[in-house]
């Protein structure tokens, strides 16, 4: 992955780049669409098949109040679109600078100088330069003075609406995560690190593993049937719970996952949560033994829904 500011210089692509553009928030299957479109046409011409992405999100810089939570991090975002074909991914720093831009100076100086596009992909709700003011039309006209074409992707759709990331944020904050694997085209899933709890699951005989998620969208609380990629590389079921710990009296919103069959010390590492399926709301429970008898019916579910360990994730 190649970081880049405004002026930073020329990013090393290759000639006849391929380049789709877009803030790639989740790799949902709407993006998916526009590398698949970039990656065909950089093996017809024999160019770098290149993904333009903006960290931090725009939204952070821009309305800051109001930006939405990420759907992936910038690693998961590389990671996916390499799965897709792509040469590189060039992450391009968004500041005041570069969001005062407008549509044609972002066009030369971006597109142009600093990638050297010969092939541009875009959705058909893209927009770009100060304040919004370019479309796709707009980079049409101006890729054809810059000596690039533009292909402009149709939505794709899902239960015939346009796919994108804020249905896919819908689908999380209602903990309908089947319906975000839909649209995802996978199971949503959370980076982070295993940090040390109360270690009350273990005295109980359940231990969890207590996620320090990055920044991302956590799903509504609640109890979900997972997979958690471990050090080793291996997938096991898992009981994910999202809240805080009611029966306990708890205030902070965690993550914490019962890794099925499981033994180990996952602590200090990084691991990845799944979320395939809710299994139940939050609840408060009027003993611990009551409680521990509601999470053995639940790992008994995620048994069933999702089968043991997996080499990969399916």
């Known amino acids: 992955m190649e970081r880049l500011q405004l002026g930073s210089g020329t990013a090393a692509v290759g000639v006849r780049s391929a380049v789709a553009v877009g803030n790639f928030d989740g790799v949902h299957r709407g993006h998916k669409a526009l590398v698949a479109a970039a990656v065909a046409r950089a093996r017809e011409t024999g160019g770098a098949a290149v993904v333009l992405t903006f960290d931090p999100h725009p939204a952070r810089v821009l309305r800051p109040d109001a930006a939405p939570s990420a759907l992936s991090t910038l690693a998961q975002k590389e990671e996916l679109v390499t799965a897709l074909g792509i040469d590189r991914l060039v992450a391009l720093a968004f500041d005041e600078r570069l969001a005062a831009l407008s549509p044609a100076a972002f066009v030369r100086e971006v597109l142009g100088s600093m990638l050297g596009a010969r092939h541009v992909v875009v959705g058909e709700s893209f927009r770009f330069g100060h304040a919004r003011e370019g479309d796709a039309r707009t980079l049409e006209a101006l890729g054809g003075r810059e000596g690039f074409d533009v292909q402009v992707v149709p939505p794709v759709l899902h239960a015939g609406r346009p796919i994108s990331s804020s249905r896919v944020r819908e689908a ?5 995560v089947g319906e975000a694997a839909q649209l995802l085209g996978r199971p949503y899933a959370l980076d982070g690190r295993v940090v040390r709890g109360d270690g009350r ?26 997979r958690a ?10 009981v994910v719970n999202v809240g805080e710990r009611p029966t306990f009296g708890g205030t902070g919103l965690v993550v914490e996952a019962h890794l099925v069959d499981f033994t180990g010390d996952l602590y200090d590492a990084r691991v990845r949560l799944s979320f395939h399926a809710r299994l139940r709301g939050e609840e408060r429970f009027q003993s611990a033994q009551a409680l521990v008898e509601r999470i053995q019916a639940d790992v008994r579910a995620a048994r069933e829904l999702l089968p043991p360990a997996a080499a990969r994730e399916v």
Do not use: I, M
């Not at 999380?172 to 309908?176: F, H, I, N, Y």
């Not at 998620?213 to 799903?219: G, I, R, S, W």
């Open 172 to 176: 999380l904050a209602a903990g309908d």
């Open 201 to 226: 699951g273990r005295t109980l005989g359940v231990p969890t593993a207590n996620l320090r998620a990055d920044d991302q969208l956590l799903p509504a609380r609640g109890v979900y049937a997972g």
């Open 229 to 238: 990629l471990v050090p080793s590389g291996e997938w096991r079921t898992a």
